[in-house]
Structure formats: C-alpha cells, structure tokens
C-alpha cells in the first residue's frame, strides 16, 4: 500500500515552546490529509482536515490558533502546536486521501509529543 | 460521531478464524465499510474495504450482508501479531474518517 511518512516519531519539548510535526505522503499525491489525536486507552479523535492550497477545516472545539495546519504541497502538510502545555501530550497521527481516489486513506505511524 | 457499533472485546485461539463484527445500520448507498487496525502505539493500518460485495485480499475477509446493515471482518488464521484494536468505519468518497471506539482483539496461545 501507499506510505505515508510522519517526522518525528517522539518529541520531548519544554512547556510554552511550538512544536511542527510533518505528514508526507511518499508515493502518491494527497490533496487532503487528516489530523488525530489520540489520548492513552481512548480511540482517535479527528482534528483537523487539511486541504492543499486552502485553509485547513478545524473540528469543534479544537483551537485553530493553537494547532496551525499547514498543506502547501500535494505532499505535504504540518501541523504546529503553539505554546504548547502538559495538557498537549498525546499521540498525534496524520492521515492521507490518494488524490482522485477519495477512498482509501493511509495512515502515518504517529507522533508521540511530550511536554513537560 | 461514528456510524458503527462494535463489541469492545473479543477472544481468539492462535491458528483459529478471528470474526468481528461490526454493525452499521445508518449506511448510505454511496459508503464504504473500512477495517483498520492499530496495534499499541502505531498508526492505524488499513486491512480491507468493500461497498456491498464481499471482498478477500491477502491480509483478511470482508463479508457484508446484502442490507448492508452490517458487516463481519474474518482473519482466516490468527497469529499473536494480530493482536490489536480493529476499527470498522463507514465513509463515503472524500468524507472524514471518523473512528469508534473499536474492538480489542486478544489472540491466546
């Protein structure tokens, strides 16, 4: 299947600093991506839908001044979180949609973030 | 929210057929059943998806029922490697991908 590449695995930052994690997608082009979050023992939560070329669809309740998403390529999109806090920890995942297909998304392998 | 309903857990003999289940009866005509799952700590891995024939690839089964209301997952011989969570998604083309809480499935030697 097609791979979709997350940088980095695990990040340890000190609490108010930002932290960028990136979503590439290494054999196909992805028009949209998608961001989770994923706390201990709970299943994931949708985030954000990152579109190329526009603005990213936030869920409710997830602060889009907090966690910028960014999608300039067809490969690639990041997302940023900003004055990060302890609260902020967790397992963040991206998604990727095959360009035209629409049917099939992959997964990266995730990002553990720490923030102490 | 998820538009699927799974048991929470499961048992299954190592080198017996693993079926889980996973009901949908709110489908649309136009979306996809999906099975991922996702083993600790790991990003999801997609197994298999289907409309409303049955499909088999190298890695499972997918039986849907002919309501589609909803569908059964077969791993044909579980290994202890396929102890992980199995999230079962409906999504239609270009939709979100909304999980539910999933199935823990537990292999015993």
């Known amino acids: 299947g097609a791979v979709v590449s997350q940088h980095p695995s695990r990040v340890i930052c000190k609490s108010g600093t930002s932290v960028k994690i990136e979503c590439r997608s290494l054999?196909?082009?992805?028009?949209?991506m998608f961001w989770y979050r994923q706390f201990p023992k709970q299943s994931l939560m949708l985030m954000a839908t990152s579109n190329e070329g526009s603005k990213a669809t936030y869920e409710q309740g997830v602060e889009k001044d907090k966690f910028l998403i960014n999608h300039a390529s067809l490969t690639l999109s990041t997302l940023t979180v900003t004055s990060a806090h302890p609260e902020d920890s967790s397992f963040y995942i991206c998604?990727?949609?095959?360009?035209?297909?629409?049917?099939?998304?992959?997964f990266g392998q995730g990002t553990r973030l720490t923030v102490v | 929210d998820a538009k699927t309903t799974q048991p929470p857990s499961m048992d299954c003999a190592e080198g017996r057929a693993a079926n889980l289940p996973c009901n949908h009866s709110?489908?649309?005509?136009?979306?996809?059943v999906y099975w991922y799952r996702q083993i600790h700590s790991q990003g999801p891995q997609y197994i298999i998806h289907?409309?409303?024939n049955n499909e088999t690839n190298e890695m499972a089964s997918l039986i849907i029922t002919e309501d589609r209301k909803s569908s059964t997952l077969i791993l044909p011989h579980a290994t202890l490697r396929d102890t992980a969570v199995y999230y079962c998604i409906v999504r239609g083309r270009d939709d979100k991908i909304i999980f539910g809480k999933g199935t823990r499935l537990h292999i015993l030697p």
């Open positions: 998604s990727a949609d095959i360009t035209g297909v629409g049917t099939e998304a992959f």
């Open positions: 289907g409309l409303k």
């Open positions: 054999d196909f082009q992805a028009t949209t």
């Open positions: 709110t489908i649309s005509g136009n979306e996809y």
